[in-house]
């Protein structure tokens, strides 16, 4: 396999992180004094809603013992939750971020109230890992739990408590701003200058980081929300849950009569109808780049900020995402190439992977995103987990936590991913688009290079979505390009992952019968592949992964070949 262009990655990733980071450890020295050290919050003069929706039946189950974060639960058996080593990273990372205090809070009880300040005390008295929770993610997420659950936390409590529970608002606000002092990963960034926004709106003795805040988050916005609303990192589930926090943030700053900076009014404006573009008709987003089980509740109340009637943007070209839609009938595409490096922890191998979706029953699906799990979650990053094509077994694109890469088992590369986490090293770089309508039907095609490479294939594909009758005709087409003609050709195999609510029936005569759960019947059929019924797995099934199937179309590519296919309503 030729190492050439992950070499010159790895190489240039190496060279950006060890500058980091010497700056950072140089920051100790040189840093201006920071803006918190002798401020200290006095009050806390608001409290942000808090979007995100709560079930006051988990009050009882955290009441109980029962803690279930990130698809993993642990049974406390009347000991603090902090006592325990965690199930996962993905669940400590939930229980530090402290946002389920808003379950507590919808149980309304005097039981619950006292509850949520003795989960509070234990973490302010240091009880669990320093480690688990000062990454900034976690820390920023923590911060403005605290803000908004405040009313909670702090009703009945006394004079004591009150004092140390502003004291740690306090110190997570100097933490954050020291985190920004230093080399912050962009995503880090942003949640920090967030939290601190919060912060600076929300307490009265540190007004200087509000300013400072502001401009950060302006900065950070400007820099990372595209000019199609989608975000650099290409991820729905970041970009979902920074909404949930932006839209409650710009009703704080209306809150203490100060203008919202129009960073922020034109960054919720601009992300609303680009998840839209994402969302199919069970009221879930597609599963592309770091996307699971989508919250539906959530994505609902953030909808209802763009108008319910309000038509979805169809094509998102910075974002890399388009939308077909007739009808029922929903089909949307990936169609990007990966995001920038240090942006990519989350991103998947899914160039020219496929939702389809009629009504509100899904079809055609990608694996999706798993809760939790290292080894789980880097399979579902490749490519053979979308509904796309691999050449060779292998990924589109190269991933820094490969077991089988040549960079494996170095050092540096170990360090960097301790660092940086699972970024993509390689991956298509010319992603070609067109959209346009043909007798009436809706057309879409695209191309990418990221098989190039390595195997001298360039894959095409064309979707084709009609009305009457309904249907989804497509064309794959793969095209050598003169390179790595040597030994054999390599085997290609065109990907169509089922909705696990999907019955899938072979027929004598060729194609393969789909039946939905809703009574609808569609129809499979292809020309220049042999097609297969084969096992798949859902990763983003809201009760963990679940087995289905897939539909598979095998071939060799010798030469520039063409695989037709349509998936038609009977």
């Given at each position: 396999m030729g190492r050439g262009p992950e070499r010159w990655q790895l190489y240039r990733l190496l060279g950006r992180e060890v500058v980091r980071a010497v700056r950072e450890r140089a920051a100790r020295f040189t840093a201006r004094p920071e803006i918190l050290t002798r401020a200290r919050v006095t009050a806390l003069v608001i409290a942000p809603h808090d979007l995100r929706t709560s079930d006051a039946s988990l009050a009882d189950d955290i009441y109980s013992g029962l803690f279930v974060f990130a698809g993993r639960s642990l049974v406390v058996s009347g000991r603090s939750p902090f006592d325990y080593d965690p199930p996962s990273p993905d669940w400590a990372d939930a229980l530090y971020g402290f946002g389920w205090l808003r379950h507590l809070r919808a149980a309304d009880t005097a039981l619950a109230r006292a509850n949520a300040r003795a989960f509070v005390s234990d973490f302010m008295s240091g009880r669990g890992e320093a480690a688990r929770a000062s990454p900034v993610p976690v820390a920023s997420r923590r911060l403005i739990s605290f803000l908004c659950q405040s009313p909670l936390v702090l009703e009945g409590a006394d004079h004591a408590f009150y004092q140390?529970?502003?004291?740690?608002v306090g110190k997570g606000a100097r933490d954050l701003e020291r985190s920004l002092r230093r080399s912050a990963p962009p995503q880090s960034r942003l949640l920090a200058a967030v939290a601190l926004t919060y912060a600076g709106l929300c307490c009265e003795g540190i007004e200087p980081i509000l300013r400072r805040a502001t401009r950060i988050l302006v900065r950070e916005l400007d820099a990372q929300i595209l000019p199609d609303g989608g975000h650099r990192s290409r991820d729905p589930r970041f970009a979902m849950e920074l909404l949930l926090d932006l839209l409650p943030l710009r009703q704080s700053f209306l809150s203490r009569s100060v203008d919202p900076p129009e960073a922020l009014l034109r960054a919720v404006d601009r992300?609303?109808?680009?998840?839209?573009?994402?969302?199919?008709?069970?009221?879930?987003?597609?599963?592309f780049n770091g996307m699971g089980v989508t919250a539906a509740d959530h994505l609902a109340t953030l909808l209802v900020y763009d108008g319910a009637g309000t038509e979805p943007l169809m094509y998102a070209p910075h974002s890399g995402y388009a939308r077909l839609e007739t009808g029922r009938v929903v089909l949307v595409c990936d169609v990007g190439a990966p995001p920038p490096m240090e942006q990519s922890r989350e991103?998947?191998?899914?160039?020219?992977?496929f939702e389809l979706t009629s009504g509100a029953q899904r079809i055609v699906v990608n694996c999706g995103t798993p809760a939790s799990g290292g080894e789980v979650r880097r399979m579902s990053r490749s490519t053979a987990a979308h509904a796309t094509a691999t050449v060779a077994d292998t990924s589109s694109c190269r991933f820094l936590d490969e077991p089988e890469g040549w960079w494996g088992r170095r050092l540096a590369a170990r360090w960097l991913l301790a660092r940086r986490g699972p970024v993509v090293l390689r991956g298509p770089t010319?992603?070609?688009?067109?959209?346009?309508t043909e007798s009436g039907a809706l057309v879409l095609a695209a191309r990418h290079d990221g098989y190039a490479a390595e195997f001298g294939i360039v894959h095409e594909r064309r979707w084709r979505l009609a009305e009457a009758p309904v249907r989804l005709e497509g064309e794959d087409a793969f095209r050598r390009d003169g390179r790595h003609r040597r030994g054999h050709p390599p085997a290609v195999?065109?990907?169509?992952?089922?909705?696990?609510?999907?019955?899938?029936?072979?027929?004598?005569?060729?194609?393969?019968?789909?039946?939905?759960?809703?009574?609808?019947?569609?129809?499979?059929?292809?020309?220049?592949?042999?097609?297969a019924i084969e096992d798949s797995v859902y990763f983003a099934g809201v009760v963990g992964a679940r087995r289905t199937a897939q539909l598979v179309l095998h071939l060799t590519v010798a030469e520039d070949m063409l695989v037709r296919w349509r998936i038609e309503r009977v």
């Open positions: 140390g529970f502003l004291k740690a992300m609303l109808p680009a998840l839209r573009l994402l969302r199919h008709g069970d009221a879930s987003l597609s599963h991103a998947g191998a899914g160039c020219l992977s010319d992603v070609a688009v067109e959209r346009r195999a065109v990907r169509f992952h089922l909705h696990t609510a999907v019955t899938v029936q072979a027929q004598e005569e060729g194609g393969v019968l789909l039946t939905l759960q809703t009574g609808e019947t569609w129809r499979f059929t292809a020309e220049g592949a042999t097609l």
